[in-house]
């Protein structure tokens, strides 16, 4: 594998979050939270070999993590077997997102990746407006300790989405108690911010 072939992604020191991470699920968050972090990753991010950033719970992997709404539906994405890691067979997942790349690089590679994630995981003549909605942290176990998402909700006002990668995902929009349905084979992360979108009753509509 050459240099070119390795992936890097944008981290920032744990130290430097802004209001830090102490805390497990979502913490509500606005656009000064938002102009923070900016501030915080142009100071002190900077982007490492995604293999050695695994292994470092001193960094936080940024993630832009994106919740489609339809009302009070979710859009719900479920794997297929068709994908490579067999592990990921049939989980299911209601945020897009991924992590941030050199590519994204530039004045606010936060959004700039968020734009470049929706267009690569979606399929929708849909203009999104992002609403930024808060910080996703779990610390409790080894992927979530060295992740950090900024979490997103994107209302649809009933637009046609669907998934790209048909092959190895499908998508539809859900209903709350069909989500729930879907519990146990739900991504952490995707437990979590379900849980505080119903609590906090930011359910749509």
């Given amino acids: 594998m050459t240099e ?113 994630e929706w267009a690569e995981e979606l399929d929708s003549a849909l203009l999104p407006e992002f609403r930024l909605t808060g910080l996703l942290n779990d610390d409790d176990n080894a992927v979530g300790a060295v992740h950090l998402g900024v979490v997103f909700t994107v209302e649809t006002d009933g637009a046609p989405v669907a998934v790209r990668e048909r092959d190895k995902l499908t998508g539809r929009f859900a209903r709350p108690d069909e989500v729930r349905a879907a519990w146990d084979r739900l991504e952490t992360w995707s437990q979590l911010t379900f849980e505080w979108l119903m609590d906090s009753g930011d359910q749509g509509g």
């Fill in 4 to 116: 070119s072939d390795i992936e890097h992604v944008l981290v920032l020191p744990r130290e430097h979050v802004p209001g830090g991470c102490g805390f497990r699920g979502i913490r509500p968050a606005g656009a000064a939270d938002l102009a923070a972090l900016l501030v915080a990753v142009r100071e002190h991010g900077r982007y490492l070999p995604r293999s050695a950033a695994e292994d470092d719970p001193g960094m936080k992997q940024l993630i832009p993590y994106v919740v489609v709404r339809d009302g009070e539906r979710l859009f719900l994405m479920e794997r297929t077997r068709a994908g490579g890691d067999p592990r990921l067979h049939l989980k299911a997942s209601i945020g897009v997102g991924g992590h941030l790349n050199p590519v994204d690089h530039g004045d606010d590679p936060l959004m700039d990746g968020l734009r470049r």
